[in-house]
């Protein structure tokens, strides 16, 4: 079974932080692929990024970056200068192949960030 | 379309009663799921389907809840019999490759069952 943990509920830093949000998972697959989304509060689920297993690859988008670490089925989510609008509700996530056709993501419960100005 | 619609936006409904709430996935997509995000909760997985595949059913919390996809496009996800407990955010995503590509999320339903 599939598992994603995201051991961080929620944290608070202040405008300009830099701040991780953690993510471990749990597969027997050897491929699959991870994710991340932010939800902020108006709800909706927003895609930020997917790596797949073969590629440990850090990446950088602008103010994001992620760092993808196999040996500790790690996958880290960095924001630098935080800002407020980065206040949201982060969720990690990942999606094997389960079965006759079938694939399933399975997501970890969310850290809630809040950027205090 | 241009993302995935889920209608309705809200639905209150009186426990006991049927509820259907609607998705209508990206166009082209084939992979579809249903999610429920109750309060303060992560993303509970519920159905999916994939092009003309028997879909994995799962994740369906009991037998009152059920799903279909029409044509391969548009899914109704029917709860029956509805209880206090179904209260949650129904979230739908379409994907294009069902695994490597990013899934898009609608909006969601917000079910009140009171």
């Known amino acids: 079974a599939q598992k994603v943990t995201q051991a961080q509920t929620e944290i608070s830093v202040v405008e300009k932080e830099d701040v991780t949000l953690d993510c471990v998972y749990e597969t027997r697959d050897t491929t699959y692929y991870l994710f991340w989304y932010k939800q902020p509060p108006s709800g909706e689920l927003v895609f930020l990024i997917r790596?797949?297993?073969?590629?440990?690859q850090n990446e950088i988008s602008g103010r994001y970056s992620w760092n993808f670490q196999k040996s500790t089925s790690s996958f880290n989510f960095t924001i630098t200068a935080s800002q407020v609008v980065d206040s949201a509700v982060y969720f990690c996530a990942l999606s094997v192949y389960s079965g006759a056709g079938s694939y399933q993501l399975t997501f970890g419960k969310g850290t809630k960030l809040s950027v205090i100005p | 379309g241009a993302g995935v619609s889920q209608s309705p936006s809200n639905k209150v409904t009186e426990k006991g009663k049927d509820v259907e709430l609607r998705c209508d996935p990206i166009s082209g997509h084939t992979a579809l799921y249903w999610y429920r995000q109750s309060l303060g909760q992560g993303l509970e997985f519920l159905i999916y389907?994939?092009?003309?595949?028997?879909?994995?059913k799962s994740g369906l919390p009991s037998d009152r809840f059920s799903a279909e996809r029409t044509g391969g496009s548009v899914s109704t996800l029917t709860i029956q019999r509805t209880q206090q407990e179904d209260s949650a955010v129904y979230l739908c995503a379409s994907s294009l490759v069902s695994q490597g590509a990013g899934y898009t999320f609608g909006s969601g339903t917000r079910l009140t069952v009171v």
């Open positions: 389907f994939q092009g003309n595949s028997a879909p994995d």
């Open positions: 790596r797949n297993s073969f590629d440990e």
